[in-house]
T-cell receptor, first 111, second 114 residues
Framework: GQQVMQIPQYQHVQEGEDFTTYCNSS?????IQWYKQRPGGHPVFLIQ?????EVKKQKRLTFQFGEAKKNSSLHITATQTTDVGTYFC???????????FGKGTLLTVNP | SQTIHQWPATLVQPVGSPLSLECTVE??????LYWYRQAAGRGLQLLFY??????ISSEVPQNLSASRPQDRQFILSSKKLLLSDSGFYLC?????????????FGPGTRLTVL
């Protein structure tokens, strides 16, 4: 079945440093979504990427979808303590109903 | 606006006891509904999803079951809990329509099996 790998598993940064998490799918995706889960909370949708090579920005967050639609990345510029949490990618492949989630990257930020 | 409710928020159960977790969605009709489990420090594992009343798809063989007795109600059950059933159970919904089809998650139930 479809697998989505995400690295790194953990990332600790000093406030102001940049952060990147990478996502790779075993199969071509129709789209990929990104979610953020604050400690003790539930995942909250951030963005969806659909087109090959697509790049989207949300303030300090930059999301990319690979040309082959099998990989994606999330980059945060100048991290802040409010960025703390686990970031998940989730790929949609052949099924219109199911998302396959990566294991997530836990980001901690030292003030 | 749409809201999703889960209860209870936390639950401590002995091994071998039954389980019933409930999820309800308000403000929408005919949603797709999902049950996920998140083990401590791990990712989200899809357990079941449903595209309509009485329609359940199981993703992982286990001692859990799901039911959808009403359009906006999704129930996760077990007859006998195992230690390995401990985790954070999340219910989610989406419309199955539109270009951006994100999933909206409930607050979750933290289950500890002792």
């Amino acid at each position: 079945g479809q697998q989505v790998m995400q690295i790194p598993q953990y990332q600790h940064v000093q406030e102001g440093e940049d952060f990147t998490t990478y996502c790779n799918s075993s199969t071509t995706l129709s789209n990929i979504q990104w979610y953020k889960q604050r400690p003790g909370g539930h995942p909250v949708f951030l963005i969806q990427l659909v087109k090959s090579g697509e790049v989207k920005k949300q303030k300090r967050l930059t999301f990319q979808f690979g040309e082959a639609k099998k990989n994606s990345s999330l980059h945060i510029t100048a991290t802040q303590t409010t960025d703390v949490g686990t970031y998940f990618c989730a790929g949609r492949g052949g099924s219109n109903y199911k998302l396959t989630f990566g294991k997530g990257t836990l980001l901690t930020v030292n003030p | 606006s749409q809201t999703i409710h889960q209860w209870p928020a936390t639950l401590v159960q002995p091994v071998g006891s039954p389980l019933s977790l409930e999820c309800t969605v308000e403000g929408t009709s005919n949603p797709n509904l999902y049950w996920y489990r998140q083990a401590a420090g791990r990712g989200l594992q899809l357990l079941f999803y449903s595209v309509g009343i009485g329609q359940i798809s199981s993703e992982v063989p286990q001692n859990l079951s799901a039911s959808r007795p009403q359009d906006r109600q999704f129930i996760l059950s077990s007859k006998k809990l195992l230690l390995s059933d401990s985790g954070f159970y999340l219910c989610a919904w989406n419309t199955g329509q539109g270009q951006v089809n994100e999933q909206f998650f409930g607050p979750g139930t933290r289950l500890t099996v002792l």
